[in-house]
C-alpha cells in the first residue's frame, strides 16, 4: 500500500464516519452522537474512529460542517445562477421548504434540531452554529436589500424584519412537519412567504 | 404522623422533584433528565425520587404536564378574562413573545426544546408534546374565528394560516433569542404579529 493510497484510503473512511455521523445526530443530536455508536454501526473500533479526528468535539464540528455542506448543496447552490434579488429570494426560499418538507435529514432541519440541543450551553459546537445562521441571515439579508434597490421591495422595507420572518416560518414550517406530521404547512408557509415579500 | 400528614408530604416531595425537573430539562432535555441528577440535587436517594413516579417515563410525563401548566399561568391565565377574539389575541401574543423574551425557563420555550428531542422518537412523550401544541393551535384558531364572526379580520381570512405564522413567529423568536441572543428579535415578532392580524 502506497502512502498516496492510504491517504485516500483514510480520507474514504473518515467521510463514511462523518456521513454516518450526520444521520446519527439528525436525529439523537450531536451530544447523542457517541463514538461507540458510530464505531458499531460502521464495524470499527472506537479508536478507529476516533483516531480521524482526535477529540468527540472535532468530530462534532466535522459532523456540523459535513451537514452544512448539505443544506448549501440543497438549497443554495442550485439557485446561485439565478438573478439576484427578488428572483433568487423566491427560488431559494421555495427549495428551502421543500428542504424542510422532504429533505436529505431524517430528523428535518438540522441546525434547528442541533439549536435546540445546543443553545442552553456554550462552546465551539454552539458558537459553529449560531455562525451557521448569522451567515445564512446575511445571505438571505443581501437579496432582500437587492430586491429593495431594484423596486422589488418597498423602500421602506427594513431587511431585518423581512429576514426575520423568512427564517420564522422556516422553524415553523420544520416544527409542523417533524412534530404534527401537518402536511399543509409547506403550503401555508410558501404562501406566507409570497406575502412577506410582497410577491403574492 | 398522621397519614394525612404524610399524604401532604409526599405531594411535597413530588412537587419539588418535578419543579426541579422542570428546570432540568429546560437546559438538558426530557431525556437528558437522570433520576441520579434529580436525586444529587435534592439531596435523595434514587430510589426515593423513583418511588414518587415508578418509571423514568412517567417522571417525564409529570415533569412536561408541570412545563405546560406554568405556559398556561404565564401565558394564558392573564388574558382568559380579555374580550375573546381579536382584543385577545393580541393580549396573548403579547404575553407570548414576553415569555419567549425573558421567561420562567432557563432553556426557552420548553415545548420547543422538547419538540426537536422527541420529534423524531415515538411514544408517549412525543404524543404529549404533540398534543399539546395542537391544543394550543386549537385555541388560536378559536380565537381567530371569533375574530373573523366579529368582522376584526377580513372574513376570507383562513385560520390555519393565520395560526401556522403565529406558531412560526414565536418559535423563531425562541431560536432568535435563544442561539443568537438577538435582542431585536422580540419587536420584530410583535410587529409581525401586527401585521399578521392586520391591527398593525
Redesign the interface.
Known amino acids: 500500500v502506497s502512502p498516496r493510497r492510504s491517504v485516500a484510503e483514510a480520507l474514504t473512511t473518515r467521510e463514511a464516519i462523518v456521513a454516518r455521523a450526520v444521520e446519527v445526530s ?4 450531536l451530544e ?1 452522537l457517541t463514538i461507540g455508536r458510530l464505531a458499531t454501526d460502521l464495524e470499527m473500533s472506537k479508536a478507529g474512529v476516533l483516531g480521524h479526528f482526535g477529540t468527540k468535539q472535532a468530530l462534532q464540528l466535522s459532523t456540523l460542517e459535513a451537514a452544512l455542506g448539505i443544506f448549501r448543496a440543497e438549497v443554495w447552490d442550485p439557485v446561485a445562477e439565478v438573478d439576484a434579488g427578488l428572483p433568487r429570494l423566491l427560488a431559494l426560499t421555495d427549495r428551502w421548504i421543500g428542504y424542510l418538507e422532504d429533505g436529505p435529514f ?3 432541519c438540522y441546525v ?2 442541533v ?7 456554550g462552546g465551539p459546537v ?1 458558537d459553529a ?2 455562525a451557521a ?2 451567515t445564512w441571515d446575511a445571505v438571505l439579508a443581501r437579496e432582500v436589500r437587492t430586491a429593495i434597490d431594484a423596486g422589488d421591495l418597498p423602500q421602506e422595507t427594513d431587511p ?2 423581512v429576514v ?2 423568512l ?7 420544520n ?2 412537519v ?3 406530521g401537518d402536511r ?2 409547506p403550503r ?2 410558501r ?2 412567504i409570497r406575502t412577506a415579500l410582497h410577491a403574492g
Not at 439549536?115 to 450551553?121: L, Y
Not at 427564517?167 to 414550517?173: D, H, S
Open positions: 439528525s436525529l439523537e443530536g447523542g431524517p430528523g428535518g434547528t434540531a439549536s435546540t440541543e445546543f443553545d442552553g450551553r454552539r452554529v449560531s445562521v448569522r431585518a424584519a426575520f420572518l427564517g420564522a416560518i422556516a422553524v415553523g414550517t416544527q409542523a417533524q412534530l404534527l399543509r404547512a401555508l408557509a404562501a406566507a
